[in-house]
């Protein structure tokens, strides 16, 4: 298995623009959840998904932050517009069946390399 | 939500030592995991370990949910086991709560 795949892997934009960042899960993984990594706040939880549904979204920071998974193989994670404060390292993470049920090696969270944004 | 302590936060070794690292939590959890964030921001999954002790290579886990801590131990370090090690717990609602992290900085 190829793992999570992320895209794009560094992204310099500019204050203002849209970015979209993406990933590909783990075939057959049906949770999906997108992380942000920074020196200060450390690994921060911002969305998950089941099955496609987005279940909690309490971690995204501002209505400036969305998520949609269209179909089980693919999510995006859109900044419009996009601040400076956005810069951080973003990761993609998946996992089947829920995570905590089990013993089983199938049973872990598994991240994508990140993609690594920069908002000057 | 749960609280993750992480220590120590800062270890350098010589090349050849052994280290214990550690991971408290404030609650009971269903799944610990040990993670390894690599100098290039990889993020590897070391251990699945809720309970018990694992083994792989030179890398051992132990985990006592009952005291709510999980040590990990490294021997024989080597300098590709530099990098950010991470205890991530998960309780429910699907909510992985991660430890700030021990930054390991193992010199040849």
Sequence with gaps: DAGVIQSPRHEVTEMGQEVTLRCKPISGHDYLFWYRQTMMRGLELLIYFNNNVPIDDSGMPEDRFSAKMPNASFSTLKIQPSEPRDSAVYFCASSHPRPGQGTTGANVLTFGAGSRLTVL | ?108
Aim: some cysteine.
């Design chain 2, 1 to 108: 939500g749960i609280q993750v302590e992480q220590s120590p936060p800062d270890l350098i070794l010589q090349e050849g030592a052994n280290s214990t690292l550690r991971c408290n939590f404030s609650d009971s959890v269903n799944n610990l995991q040990w993670f390894h964030q690599n100098p290039w921001g990889q993020l590897i999954n070391l251990f699945y370990i809720p309970s018990g002790t694992k083994q792989n290579g030179r890398l051992s886990a132990t985990t006592v949910a009952t005291e709510r801590y999980s040590l990990l131990y490294i021997s024989s370090s080597q300098t590709t086991d530099s990098g950010v090690y991470f205890c991530a717990v998960y309780q429910q609602f699907n909510k992985f709560y991660f430890g700030s992290g021990t930054k390991l900085n193992v010199k040849p």
